[in-house]
């Protein structure tokens, strides 16, 4: 039985404000849909189980005036730093893939990191790297009809998905799984090494950084992500055969500074290029494997809190960060000897009220916690969630 027609992908203009040779979109535009919930119908929606977080959309968050300073600052402050990860994981992944990678990134957080690596991988060595981005959705999975686009277009073995940072590793192993299965549904067979610029969770082996500070592109919503919202999968609005989908949020591209984030790191490139290059060349011959760390940090906070749910337990500056920007959070806790990389963090807690626990020797700048009242369990009077009676 032949397989139905594979749809279209987007570009930009027309969907999205990068350039139509930085990233194409497999994804289906939502732009005209009103999918966006309040932040407390959504958790409540999702905790309960009635809904998947990507049924709807956040609204997006605007950022206060100080917060957008924040944001400034920190592209200035790291954008070395971020330049050497991308240098990094581009060396790998050319050294992976032959020096001829169809870099895949995770929408969204993936996005910007996919085309910084595309710009390093031209700038220094003159390649002209194909790049997609695709949806991943936890509990779901990967897109399936991307999939079989990228599968009718490439082949597999050149195929290298990239995000932009792990958290406690919970992608990377559904990565793994929807990989797994399309293999066994199809018989083809993508490979499943996941490159990211920061790995503080010490999930996979192909990273620039185990560095856990703010990567700036996760300070920000849809206005540092090509003014793309996070994917959507909603059957109400996607067809079997349809890529997921997103909305394109032209209304704010005054305050839009994708490209504007992109060009600073880039400026750095010709400056950490020795110095990123040896480190490709001791990556490589170290060789360094997961341990997953992080994983067993976020079961042992689960535990320690009252939460008994690691899903509500989001680890690393980029995961925090989210938590305080689209969900319902708890507390947020902080290593002390981190409180110059997670000053935005500290910022955003004191905005939504959020408490800040300062815990010594957490293996991450910072955790966030999302609200367990949702759930089925409550806050007790020692400030950790409990069963409902």
């Known amino acids: ?45 999702i905790q309960s189980g009635a809904a998947n977080y990507a049924e709807s959309l956040p609204v997006e968050y605007s950022p206060s005036a100080e917060y957008q300073e924040l944001y400034t600052e920190a592209v200035t402050r790291a954008g070395a730093r971020l330049a050497t990860a991308v240098a990094v994981v581009t060396e790998l992944a050319l050294a992976a893939r032959n020096n001829a990678p169809v870099l895949v990134s995770l929408a969204r957080a993936g996005t910007p990191i996919g085309i910084l690596m595309r710009r390093w991988a031209k700038e220094i060595h003159g390649l002209e790297l194909e790049h997609f981005t695709m949806s991943i959705v936890r509990g779901v999975g990967l897109d399936q009809t991307a999939l079989r686009y990228l599968a009718a277009n490439f082949d597999p073995a050149r195929i290298l998905f990239v ?57 920000l919503n849809s206005t540092v992500s090509g003014l793309v919202s996070r994917t959507v999968y909603n059957v109400n609005h996607i067809d079997p055969h349809e890529f997921h989908g997103a909305k394109f949020y032209s209304e704010l591209a005054p305050n839009d500074v994708s490209n504007g984030f992109l060009d600073a790191v880039c400026a750095h490139f010709a400056q950490v290029r020795p110095d990123a290059l040896r480190l490709a060349k001791e990556h490589l011959t170290a060789a360094p494997a997961p341990s997953w760390i992080g994983w067993a940090a976020v079961e042992r906070i689960s535990t320690e809190y009252g939460i008994n749910n690691v899903n509500l337990v989001k680890p690393g500056v980029g995961e925090t960060t989210r938590v305080l920007l689209r969900r319902v959070p708890w507390k947020v806790l902080v290593n002390p000897e981190a409180r110059a990389d997670v000053a935005h963090v500290l910022l955003l807690a004191q905005q939504r009220g959020t408490p800040v626990e300062e815990v010594p020797g957490l293996p991450y700048s910072c955790v966030g916690l999302i609200h367990p009242q949702f759930d089925k369990s409550a806050v007790g009077a020692d400030g950790k969630a409990v069963p409902n009676a």
């Open 1 to 45: 039985m032949s397989q139905p027609a594979l749809p279209t992908p987007l570009t930009g203009p027309a969907f999205g404000s990068y350039a139509s040779d930085e990233v194409t979109w497999l994804l289906k535009d939502l732009s005209h849909l009103a999918l966006e919930a309040p932040t407390a119908d959504r958790e409540h929606a």
């Open 163 to 219: 995000d932009g940072w792990t958290g406690k590793g919970a992608i990377s192993r559904e990565l793994s799984a929807a990989l797994d299965d399309f293999a066994a549904r199809s018989g083809i067979r993508f490979p499943d090494d996941l490159a990211v610029l920061a790995d503080p969770g010490h999930c996979v082996s192909m990273f620039g950084t185990r560095e856990d500070y703010l990567i700036p592109s996760a300070c």
